[in-house]
């Protein structure tokens, strides 16, 4: 049984991987922003609430940017500083990146929301979250 969870979870990762470069990593090169490398990706279900710690370096302007599937719903993310001061709310914004330079190369948090199911006959959905940084 556990070695049939981890190939469902190395399967998913997987899958995620592949929709990051399909469907994000493109809109992430958009305006000459280079992939820094970084990716981080979750399969998450509905209600799932994720927090992550980014590193992000001073003398360039950062894009950040969060991609989800589309079975999640409207996905928001805060990014906020290590006392959780937000910085930025993608709930007003039409975009799903933000650009921005940090002062000084710093650690940020980022809280990511999956909405709630609409529905109450106890099947959740599961899709995935990816995280991409750039950078010009």
Do not use: W
Request: aromatic share 8%; charged share 20%.
């Amino acid at each position: 049984m556990v070695i049939i969870m981890c190939l469902n979870s190395a399967v998913s990762q997987g899958q995620c991987r592949s929709f990051a470069k399909r469907k994000c990593l493109p809109s992430l090169e958009e305006n000459g922003f280079s992939f820094s490398g970084q990716l981080n990706n979750a399969v998450v279900l509905e209600g799932d609430k994720l927090d992550i710690s980014l590193t992000f370096h001073e003398g360039k302007t950062n894009r950040l940017m969060v991609c989800s599937q589309p079975i999640l719903g409207d996905v928001s993310y805060r990014l906020m500083d290590k006392n959780r001061t937000q910085l930025f709310d993608s709930q007003s914004s039409d975009v799903n990146y933000f650009d921005f330079k940090v002062e000084s190369t710093q650690q940020l948090i980022l809280e990511i929301t999956v909405p709630e199911p609409e529905t109450t006959h106890g099947i959740l959905h599961e899709g995935c979250i990816c995280v991409l940084q750039g950078y010009k």
